[in-house]
């Protein structure tokens, strides 16, 4: 029997960063370009009804809300499966928890900051920028990149392109990517780097298979059979969708084909002097197109 659990399934997750203040509060110092001297020393959890409804009257789920000493707000989700739609979501949660701050009588200049940390375990995330693993959304001046303004501020992380890097001192950014990508049912043995950390060895013994009651982990179970479905369901519409291409491709192909044999036979036909009307009935062009011959 394995020794841990995934991190990122829902459950663990949650579990992890959802219930311990002091390792959520570790994980986005490591992982958002906070301004310098402004890191996070304090944070407090937030009820996901600080999110409203969506247009569509479809709650926007996201798994830690939270606030910092600074008053900052920060959105941290894990996302297995990326959809086009993703990208958008995330920018709605984030303006709505921005916006959302208005309901406490707070004058616009008050507004704080919002952060969406967003840690994607699926490589199809962002295709148009290859392996880069970070991905950074700001508000900035396009004639001026550097006056940058963290207002609303997304930084998407594609685990699945994170490549420990080879340094002597291991930075607690590497050792949260270490823990979210390398922890799962097969690892019997931690790397001694994350146990070594004070942040990293207690997220794993949150994670420890041991920890779990039955029901949870039939919860554990049921989110990654869950996952497998949907992936083989959009795999199999991907595959479709492709198949629904080249057929028509293949159709279209035809088409001009056919297409360009009525034309050399219409022109034969012109050079031995058949009329306009034989020719349409024969090669089935219209008068316009003999014309053009």
């Not at 004639?143 to 001192?169: C, G, W, Y």
Request: aromatic share 10%; glycine share 4%.
């Amino acid at each position: 029997m394995s020794k841990y659990l995934d991190p990122k399934a829902d459950l663990t997750f949650k579990k992890v960063f959802g219930e311990h203040p002091n390792l959520v509060l570790s994980l986005l110092n490591a992982l958002l370009p906070l301004p310098e001297g402004m890191e996070i020393k304090t944070v407090e959890y937030l009820s996901p009804e600080n999110v409203p409804e969506n247009p569509g009257k479809k709650y926007s789920i996201v798994d830690v809300l939270c606030v910092d000493n600074y008053n900052r707000h920060f959105i941290v989700e894990m996302q297995s499966i990326w959809n086009t739609e993703f990208f958008q979501r995330t920018l709605f949660n984030a303006a709505s928890m921005y916006t959302k701050q208005l309901n406490k009588g707070k004058a616009f200049g008050e507004l704080n900051d919002v952060y969406a940390l967003c840690l994607v375990n699926d490589e199809s995330a962002f295709p148009e920028y290859g392996a880069e693993y970070i991905q950074e959304y700001y508000l900035s001046n396009k004639n001026h990149t550097d006056d940058r303004h963290t207002d609303l501020s997304m930084v998407f992380i594609v685990l699945p392109n994170f490549k420990p890097q080879n340094r002597a001192e291991k930075t607690m950014h590497d050792l949260w990517l270490k823990f979210l990508t390398e922890i799962d049912e097969k690892t019997d043995d931690a790397d001694p780097d994350l146990l070594s950390n004070k942040d990293t060895s207690e997220a794993l013994e949150i994670v420890r298979r041991s920890a779990f009651t039955d029901s949870e982990l039939l919860a554990y179970n049921l989110y990654w059979l869950n996952v497998s479905t949907e992936k083989s369901s959009l795999e199999r519409e991907r595959m479709e969708g492709r198949e629904e291409g080249r057929a028509e491709g293949e159709k279209i192909g035809i088409e001009k084909g056919e297409k360009q044999k009525a034309f050399e036979m219409a022109v034969k036909m012109k050079r031995k002097g058949y009329s306009v009307e034989d020719i349409c009935e024969i090669s089935g062009l219209s008068p316009e197109e003999i014309e053009t011959l």
